[in-house]
């Protein structure tokens, strides 16, 4: 059954420092997402992505996150000088049409 | 805009209970409603869906819920809970007419089953 993958599964980071998790998401599928979920709590919508360009995003995503899709697999979320509040589990998400969304088994970041 | 309300934290239900979560819904148009599983350490995991068509819909593992438009919710239900059904669930909607094809997750409700 085809999966969207994550890497890394866990990163830790000192303060200020850049991060990009990475994902590969289904290959047939149109429509990207990030979500973030902070202790097991809430998951939060950051972005999404389609036709290679942001469709939305949150108040959450500022100028210091971004999004790429570099090639015609990959799936990156850059934060560029992470703060100790960035520190969450970070689920990428993919999806063909209408149906429900497929996630990733998470990167967990901690920055320190 | 659109929002989703679990209004639970946590459910308690013994071992071969029916069970319910409950979830209301907010959209400014027809939503597609959704229920995934989240087990710890764990990704979420697709449960059921309503898109259009019967008001009730059959899901993975037994789980079934019931799409109210009166009442704008989207319980999730199941005839006799399992040990192993203790995870975290969640509810989520997303507006037929968002072109970003943004989906919004509840809170979550932490379900305990005990044998």
């Known amino acids: 059954e085809p999966e969207v993958t994550q890497t890394p599964s866990h990163q830790v980071t000192q303060m200020g420092q850049e991060v990009i998790l990475r994902c590969v998401p289904i290959?047939?599928?149109?429509?990207f997402y990030w979500y973030r979920q902070i202790l097991g709590q809430k998951v939060e919508f950051l972005v999404s992505?389609?036709?290679?360009?942001?469709?939305?995003k949150s108040e959450i995503f500022d100028d210091q996150f971004s999004v790429e899709r570099p090639d015609g697999s990959n799936f990156t979320l850059k934060i560029r000088s992470t703060k100790l509040e960035d520190s969450a589990m970070y689920f990428c998400a993919s999806l063909y049409g209408t149906g429900e969304l497929f996630f990733g088994e998470g990167s967990r970041l901690t920055v320190l | 805009a659109q929002s989703v309300a679990q209004p639970e934290d946590q459910v308690n239900v013994a071992e071969g209970n029916p069970l319910t979560v409950k979830c209301t819904y907010s959209v400014s148009g027809n939503p597609y409603l959704f229920w995934y599983v989240q087990y710890p350490n764990r990704g979420l995991q697709f449960l059921l869906k309503y898109i259009t068509g019967d008001n009730l819909v059959k899901g993975s593992y037994g789980f079934e819920a019931e799409f109210n438009k009166s009442q704008t919710s989207f319980h999730l239900k199941k005839p006799s809970a399992l040990v192993s059904d203790s995870a975290l669930y969640f509810c989520?909607?997303?507006?037929?007419?968002?072109?970003?094809?943004?989906?919004?997750f509840g809170a979550g409700t932490r379900l305990f089953v005990k044998a």
């Open positions: 989520a909607v997303r507006d037929r007419r968002n072109g970003g094809f943004k989906t919004i």
């Open positions: 992505f389609y036709n290679n360009e942001i469709s939305e």
């Open positions: 290959s047939n599928h149109l429509y």
